[in-house]
């Protein structure tokens, strides 16, 4: 497959995620990687990519363009997808409450054709301490306290970013629902 690459390219191979903590599902981070080797049938043959390498170059001969339509044509590793795709791990661990988490890249290239290990450091994990509600408006205030009653937010429970906005919807909801039609998101902090 590779005979299809230009001369400084290389072949994307495998793309592996690993952490430190092995309570953390990795699987659940990998749509945040933007760059996937070719697909595999079965998890063992690259068959698409076989089909792919069975044309020739040269794409005058109609079977060479029917192998290439039904084939796939092999991923080329970029390593400003490898960044993009770090620094959005980093960013989706960080608002699962890892603050300091890092990940780091392991990039290996042998007979062109790269392997991509993300290394997911995590570091220690962020509680919530506790909840404050201060509202400017009292009959807001009453509002929101009958929310409250099937409020998403606990003390002591894993900082969460996804539930954070999803309680802040919920209260936005629930005061439209009452009579505040000019609320705007901005204003649920």
């Known amino acids: 497959p590779t005979k299809f690459l230009q001369e400084n390219e290389t072949m994307l191979r495998s793309v592996q995620m690993t952490s430190d903590n092995k309570l953390l599902k990795v699987g659940d981070y990998r749509s945040y990687v933007r760059q996937e080797p070719n697909a595999r049938w079965f998890n063992l043959l690259k068959v698409p990519l076989a089909i792919y390498s069975i044309s020739q170059p ?9 192998f290439r339509r039904i084939g796939q044509a092999p991923v080329v590793y970029d390593s400003a997808m490898t960044e993009f795709s770090r620094r959005s791990l ?20 042998r007979k062109r054709k790269t392997d991509v290990n993300y290394r997911l450091l995590l570091g220690r994990r962020y509680y919530v301490a506790k909840l404050h509600i201060t509202v400017d408006d009292e009959r807001m205030k009453k509002e929101i306290d009958s929310l409250s009653v099937n409020s998403l937010l606990y003390k002591g429970m894993p900082f ?5 906005s999803e309680e802040r919807n919920r209260i936005i909801m629930g005061l439209l629902n009452a009579g505040y039609y000019r609320l705007q998101k901005d204003y649920v902090k």
């Open 58 to 66: 040269d794409t005058t001969r109609r079977t060479g363009r029917f």
């Open 90 to 109: 980093e960013a989706a661990l960080q608002a699962k409450g890892y603050f300091h988490a890092s990940v780091h890249t392991d990039v290996t290239t």
């Open 160 to 164: 969460d970013a996804t539930v954070l």
